[in-house]
């Protein structure tokens, strides 16, 4: 079984640029999760999803981020325009109701220049 | 607020050596624990999952127990080998709500 995908691994961009990442989680899990890592601390929420809801986005800055997950399945989070402060690590994890395990992606390496 | 603990926060020993990482928290309301490992440069990998119901998990050298009215869960690890160095990371689910909250994680570095 395919565990939750993540693209890209890695991206450079200089300030006020866009960026996007992208989310497969893994199939069946209902319930989409949103974290960023800065380096030597343990993962922050952004948002989760239940189905293609949102339900708590509430540490979502959302001036400049934002986040959907069409039909339920698939997930993007962009940051437009990006700021040197937003250089960190971008986790996805899923998870299915019956156990509330989460599962995370690899992560995306976002570094702004 | 849920405030999650986890001492040391850098650990280091010689290879075969049994260890014992400790995760604390304010909060003993809770559905569930989880225990990750996370690689220099990557994801978290799931280890144990114990629901509050359940006083430990084992899976191979690892296991896990809790202690929900004394806000503690550790995580043991047998015979401990190089590979099994990197971060390790309990994170707790509320019972009511969803909203993990993370440790900061133990550094363990496991010499050969």
């Known amino acids: 079984e395919a565990g939750v995908v993540q693209s890209p691994r890695y991206k450079i961009i200089e300030k006020k640029q866009p960026v996007a990442f992208w989310c497969n989680p893994i199939?069946?899990?209902?319930?989409l999760y949103w974290y960023l890592q800065n380096l030597g601390q343990g993962p922050e929420l952004l948002i989760r999803?239940?189905?293609?809801?949102?339900?708590?986005d509430s540490q979502l800055p959302k001036d400049r981020f934002s986040a959907e997950r069409l039909k339920g399945v698939d997930s993007t989070l962009k940051i437009q325009p990006a700021e040197l402060g937003d250089s960190a690590v971008y986790l996805c994890?899923?998870?299915?109701?019956?156990?509330?395990?989460?599962?995370f992606g690899e992560g995306s390496r976002l570094t702004v220049l | 607020k849920q405030e999650v603990t986890q001492i040391p926060a850098a650990l280091s020993v010689p290879e075969g050596e049994n260890l014992v990482l400790n995760c604390s928290f304010t909060?003993?309301?809770?559905?569930?624990l989880q225990w990750f490992r996370q690689d220099p440069g990557k994801g978290l990998t799931s280890l144990l999952l114990?629901?509050?119901?359940?006083r430990e998990q084992t899976s191979g050298r690892l296991n896990a127990s809790l202690d929900k009215s004394s806000g503690r869960s550790t995580l043991y690890i047998a015979a401990s080998q190089p590979g099994d160095s990197a971060t390790y990371l309990c994170?707790?689910?509320?019972?009511?709500?969803?909203?993990?909250?993370f440790g900061t994680g133990t550094r363990l570095a496991v010499r050969p």
């Open positions: 114990i629901q509050s119901s359940q």
């Open positions: 994890a899923s998870s299915a109701y019956s156990t509330g395990e989460l599962f």
């Open positions: 909060d003993s309301a809770i559905y569930n």
């Open positions: 994170a707790v689910r509320p019972s009511s709500g969803d909203k993990l909250t």
């Open positions: 999803y239940e189905n293609e809801e949102a339900v708590d």
């Open positions: 199939s069946g899990h209902n319930t």
